[in-house]
């Protein structure tokens, strides 16, 4: 069965700080994807990014960096230099690729809270 | 019109109204899904749809029944809610894996915030 587990509920930091996002899944299958969504407070969720099981490679883009490393399940997001814009909920999701229709399992979600 | 749209954006019901969430998709996907979001809770999947075939149903109660009658539309009909019920409703759509690998990421509509009275 697959799991999201998103272990951090709510974090505060001050503005132009660095915060990482945890993220650990559970999966049988060797293929799979992983996103990251963010969900400010107008509710609809915004894609991020997606990972490949098979791509480990870690990605940048702007402030935001991802580290998926297979070894430790872990799908973890940074945003460098925070800004108050970026307060939302953020949420960690994960499909397996091998079912007829990607069935999107997403973790409890971390609210990040950025205070100017 | 572009993306993930979810119609009425709020709602207020009676328990003993009957009611219906529409969703329609404009991005060529093939599966369909309903989520419900409460507070304080995790985005819980109700129902996939592939195809228009529906695919996975999370023991949702009967008082919510989907239809889908085509890969663009997905309908969410309400009766008897409970206040518990209560939640935000997002529609999302992606693509199927098996046919096309990348772009599998699911796009949201912006939910229906429903409240029942």
């Known amino acids: 069965a697959q799991k999201v587990t998103q272990a951090q509920t709510e974090i505060s930091v001050v503005e132009k700080e660095d915060v990482t996002l945890d993220c650990v899944y559970e999966t049988r299958d060797t293929t799979y994807y992983l996103f990251w969504y963010k969900q400010p407070p107008s509710g609809e969720l915004v894609f991020l990014i997606r990972r490949n099981s098979f791509d480990e490679q870690n990605e940048i883009s702007g402030r935001y960096s991802w580290n998926f490393q297979k070894s430790t399940s872990s799908f973890n997001f940074t945003i460098t230099a925070s800004q108050v814009v970026d307060s939302a909920v953020y949420f960690c999701a994960l499909s397996e690729a091998d079912s007829s229709a990607s069935k999107i399992i997403f973790g409890s979600g971390t609210r990040l809270s950025i205070r100017p | 019109e572009t993306g993930v749209t979810q119609t009425p954006r709020h709602l207020v019901m009676g328990m003993t109204n009957k009611k219906s969430l529409k969703c329609e998709q404009h991005l060529g996907h093939n599966a369909m899904y309903w989520y419900k979001q409460s507070a304080k809770k995790p985005l819980e999947l109700m129902f996939v749809y592939n195809f228009k075939e529906q695919t996975e149903n999370n023991s949702v109660p009967s008082r919510f029944s989907p239809e889908c009658p085509n890969s663009s539309h997905l309908f969410l009909h309400l009766h008897t809610l409970q206040p518990e019920d209560s939640a935000l409703y997002l529609c999302?759509?992606?693509?199927?894996?098996?046919?096309?690998?990348?772009?599998?990421?699911?796009?949201f509509g912006q939910g229906t915030r429903l409240t029942v009275v």
């Open positions: 999302a759509s992606s693509q199927d894996p098996l046919i096309r690998q990348e772009n599998t990421e699911a796009f």
